[in-house]
């Protein structure tokens, strides 16, 4: 299946554009669907500066129209949605500086969390610890345009229903990890007796 912001059946007289490689100044001519040129005179592989890549942060498509981004490339794109539904939060949150420094710290965690447990589906996890204590979530995401499985995989995991898959069971275990040390962080003498559901969790509450 195309991705449906990059069928050409949509195309308007922009679909060919040039723009100057930020290495040498080269101009190099991009199509609209074309991820990235490499630039003929340095040799520098240029991203399309009109796309928007944060789609691979949640799209299932993502691997298909990227794979061939370097991974180093595509990692740093992937953070766009994060930082979008960051300044989303941020947004629903103001004068409420405390509630936004808790979610903060919960994705700081959470994100820590995956990166050491090697499991879950950090997306999903980072996104529902932004989300935690924001109003109607779901027209939040739907308002950035993230893919249905993405709210619905984020919406799992805030209402804290019934995991089906092991890819599931380790994102809510990191879910509420996360959320339990970054209240354990915000007000230690709250929470002497509590047991963490990761290894990796155990290991930062122990510390």
Known sequence: MQCPGQDNRYWDGEAVFETPCPH?????????????RSCKQCG??????????????????AEQCLGSMPPKLLAEQ?????????IAVRKQLLGKEELYKK????????????KDEQRGDM?????????????????LLEALKADAGMIKAIVKLLENKGNTSDTEQASADIFY???????????????????CKTLSGQKVFSQ
């Open 123 to 139: 997306a999903a996890v980072l996104a529902a610890t932004l989300l935690l204590d924001c109003n109607n979530p779901t027209a």
């Open 78 to 86: 992937k953070n766009l949605f994060k930082d979008k539904l960051s």
């Open 103 to 114: 979610a903060t710290s919960r994705t700081e965690i959470a994100e820590q969390l995956c």
């Open 177 to 195: 990890d996360a959320c339990l040390l970054a209240d354990i962080k915000s007000d230690p003498q709250k929470h002497t007796q509590v047991s």
């Open 44 to 61: 520098n592989r240029v991203l399309n500066p009109r796309i928007d890549f944060g789609c691979a942060a949640y799209c299932s498509h």
């Open 24 to 36: 040498c100044g080269n101009v190099l001519e991009f199509f609209k669907d074309d991820s990235q």
